[in-house]
């Protein structure tokens, strides 16, 4: 049974600690309804799925009590909708989130991102970013377009990344990523034996059937992409899966390049389920790390370059496997 006293309290300080409210007495002659599609027609310039989102966290009541989205509205009822700002309004809050550095000038910061932290605020993930992280570390980013941003990792990828602290820097990074002059070197270990070294050129789009994924064929708006590979050694894991270490190099940077063009060779990354690897030797995200970055250096027009050490856990799945001499 919930907890009506407590929702109650909620609801109550919740409406404390915000001013405006919108109050709406419904006639005599409303039908009864549910709240939510009440909303629906009192507010339309809302989605319904925002309305329910508000009504859902204590942002609306009726009688001044706490409501939910199915509860059945009444001719006379009286509700008093708190409006609440969008998610993509309020996500460049500055957040104390955990994040290494490998190094930091006046002009750049050297991220060592790890896995499972997402880099920008999106659908799904508004909070709880690198981006938030770098806000909250470093307040002057707020003033840098995309908090300085140039490039980013997918959330289950770990390694470095390059942000821009001033607005020359970023523009200075953007154009050596549109240069293809930056190296962006991973290590990856995928499923099989891939051939000795080649070049994967295949324009990568977004998957008309399974929006979540990318694909080299048929895709939706796909750009050109081009990851050059050297498989460095093999073997074998388990009861003989055939596994390899691979080395990556970016020539362009599309969303989940060197995932989708090794799967494409028919050979995924181990644990990433999206395009067809296995969490075998309990790789539990894609065993994909950044682990090299070189540029020039905005100020000292200077190349600078980075390595990364492995992740714990691709370090752990990486020793469990029987390598070939």
Request: with cysteine.
């Amino acid at each position: 049974m919930p907890d009506t006293n407590t929702d109650k309290k909620l609801s109550a300080e919740l409406a404390g600690s915000r001013a405006e409210a919108r109050v709406f007495k419904l006639p005599i002659s409303a039908e009864p309804e549910r709240l939510d599609k009440t909303l629906a027609r009192l507010i339309p310039e809302h989605s319904r799925s925002r309305l329910q989102s508000w009504i859902e966290g204590g942002h609306v009541q009726v009688n001044n009590e706490a409501v939910r989205s199915r509860q059945t509205v009444y001719p006379g009822d009286v509700i008093t909708v708190w409006e609440q700002a969008a998610p993509e309004e309020t996500a460049y809050e500055p957040e104390n989130i955990d994040f290494p550095v490998v190094k930091e000038t006046d002009h750049w910061i050297i991220v060592n991102k790890p896995a499972g932290l997402v880099t920008h605020p999106g659908a799904g993930n508004w909070s709880g970013t690198l981006l938030n992280g770098l806000l909250f570390r470093y307040p002057e980013l707020k003033g840098v377009a995309r908090a300085g941003i140039v490039h980013r990792l997918d959330k289950d990828t770990s390694g470095l990344m390059v942000v821009a602290r001033t607005d020359i820097a970023q523009t200075h990074l953007v154009r050596q990523l549109q240069e293809r002059s930056v190296k962006r070197e991973y290590l990856a270990l995928v499923h099989g034996f891939p051939d000795a070294a080649g070049v994967i050129n295949a324009p990568v789009g977004r998957d008309a059937r399974v929006p979540v994924r990318m694909t080299t064929v048929n895709g939706i708006a796909a750009r050109e992409a081009i990851t050059h590979f050297e498989c460095i050694r093999k073997g074998l894991a388990g009861r003989g899966v055939a596994v390899s270490e691979v080395i990556c190099r970016l020539q362009t940077g599309r969303t989940h390049q060197i995932r989708v063009h090794m799967a494409s060779l028919k050979h995924p990354l181990l644990g990433d389920e999206i395009y067809g690897g296995k969490p075998i030797l309990d790789a539990s995200r894609q065993m994909l790390h950044a682990r090299a970055l070189a540029f020039i250096d905005p100020h000292s027009e200077r190349l600078v370059e980075f390595e990364s050490e492995l992740p714990e856990d691709f370090e752990a799945v990486r020793q469990q496997i029987q390598w070939k001499k």
